[in-house]
């Protein structure tokens, strides 16, 4: 099942004395937040709509400036709140992208039909995405996302084609 909603940022702090809140992006592109009228914030298990009145930088962090929120005490409520996006409003990705959080929970074969596991997590090592995937014990295998060893991701199947090339496990 696809998720409904897509985590863009965490609130870490707040900014200034005029209430602006800091956020740590979880995306790649952190221009995206100047594209966004509104934003909803998860708060006490609860998503709220927010709307978003100005959007700065500082070093690789957002500073949003949102409606009603006006000073320091005001901002400190949303610290550690996580803001998100519904995916009806996100853009559509290029051919042959796609957001990790579809890709988590895929199950992982080689192009042999060997099982390795599901995908349990990705990060950024700088170079490339490393999918981390887990077998049934628990042991973990590092795939770099690159042409020669991902070879085929079906979303309709749930399932992803690697290449072992040498080295990897």
Excluded: W
């Excluded at 009806?88 to 042959?96: F, H, S």
């Amino acid at each position: 099942m696809k998720q409904e909603y897509f985590e863009i940022g965490q609130i870490v702090n707040h900014f200034g004395i005029k209430g602006m809140i800091k956020v740590n992006p979880f995306t790649d592109d952190i221009s995206k937040f100047e594209r966004l009228e509104s934003i909803l914030i998860e708060k006490d298990g609860k998503l709220n709509t927010i709307q978003i009145e100005e959007v700065k930088y500082s070093k690789n962090q957002v500073l949003l400036k949102i409606k009603g929120v006006n000073t320091i005490e005001e901002a400190e409520k949303y610290r550690g709140c996580y803001l998100k996006i519904a995916r009806k409003d996100m853009e559509e990705l290029p051919e042959g992208t796609y957001y990790i959080a579809d890709l988590i929970g895929l199950t992982v074969y080689t192009d042999k039909q060997v099982l390795l596991g599901t995908v349990a997590d990705i990060y950024n090592s700088g170079a490339n995405d490393i999918y981390v995937v887990k077998d049934e014990r628990g042991k973990q295998i590092l795939l770099p996302a690159i042409k020669d060893v991902i070879k085929q991701i079906d979303m309709e199947q749930e399932k992803i084609i690697v290449h072992l090339i040498k080295g990897l496990i």
